[in-house]
């Protein structure tokens, strides 16, 4: 049983008013979408990349979904979730250092947290064979893995819609509602389970890409 908690049609700048960006990002809205791009030079590396985070605190078990498109191919897209910061801080507490879109401040960091990449068209490998990524922080921890069906910006037809599910120690990821993995946390082999916490979107320069209609609904025994 589910129950929506939280939707957000992303379709407009006051739709994003209270979200926190880390990093600096080139972000538009046009047509019911968000569309998100680098706002610093590319060759800047992990310094042009970007979080943007959705504010609110989500239960333990959750099913996150958002239509995806992208419009080119280079770059590479996460989702984080049940994220928060160590010792049972909040994500944004004060005492954390602070985040500027590059990599390693979020997985080997101060804070805890599933992070699953997708449409990963960075380097060169990646663009020869696509996959979907799971990985638990800190630590960078790959949990999981499976293969990426989604097709390329040149190919892609519409919106694609991304479903996250963390439920209890379990997290699936599907898309299209055709499922890529999925990964039985143990507990103890890369930490202690995960439970509710915030969820953020991540983007690599050059990647230009659009998003709409986030929901996020509790799981419900």
């Known amino acids: 049983m589910e129950k929506l908690i939280y939707e957000n049609a992303l379709a407009k700048e006051e739709d994003i008013q209270d979200f926190v960006l880390e990093g600096q990002a080139d972000i538009r809205f046009a047509n019911g979408c968000m569309t998100l791009k680098n706002a610093l030079a590319n060759e800047l590396g992990q310094?042009?990349?970007?979080?943007l985070w959705c504010p609110k605190d989500f239960p333990e078990n959750i099913k996150v979904e958002w239509e995806f498109r992208p419009v080119t191919d280079k770059g590479l897209c996460i989702l984080f979730f049940?994220?928060?910061?160590?010792d049972g801080k909040?994500?944004?507490?004060?005492?954390l250092a602070k985040r500027t879109g590059e990599y390693p401040q979020y997985h080997s960091g101060d804070i805890n947290a599933f992070h699953v990449s997708y449409f990963r068209r960075k380097?060169?490998?990646?663009?020869a064979?696509?996959?979907?990524?799971l990985r638990k922080s800190c630590g960078f921890h790959l949990v999981?893995?499976?293969?990426?069906?989604?097709p390329s910006a040149e190919?892609?037809?519409?919106?694609?819609?991304?479903?996250?599910?963390k439920n209890k120690n379990v997290v699936r990821f599907a898309v299209n509602d055709l499922y890529v993995f999925t990964y039985e946390d143990d507990g103890k082999t890369y930490g202690e389970l995960l439970k509710g916490g915030k969820i953020g979107f991540r983007q690599l320069a050059p990647l230009t890409a659009e998003y709409k209609n986030l929901k996020v609904y509790e799981l419900c025994e």
């Open 155 to 165: 190919d892609a037809r519409g919106f694609y819609k991304i479903t996250v599910v």
């Open 123 to 127: 380097e060169e490998d990646e663009r």
């Open 129 to 133: 064979f696509h996959t979907c990524n």
């Open 82 to 86: 049940a994220a928060n910061g160590k």
């Open 90 to 95: 909040d994500l944004f507490d004060a005492s």
């Open 144 to 150: 999981a893995q499976g293969a990426d069906p989604l």
């Open 47 to 51: 310094k042009a990349n970007y979080v």
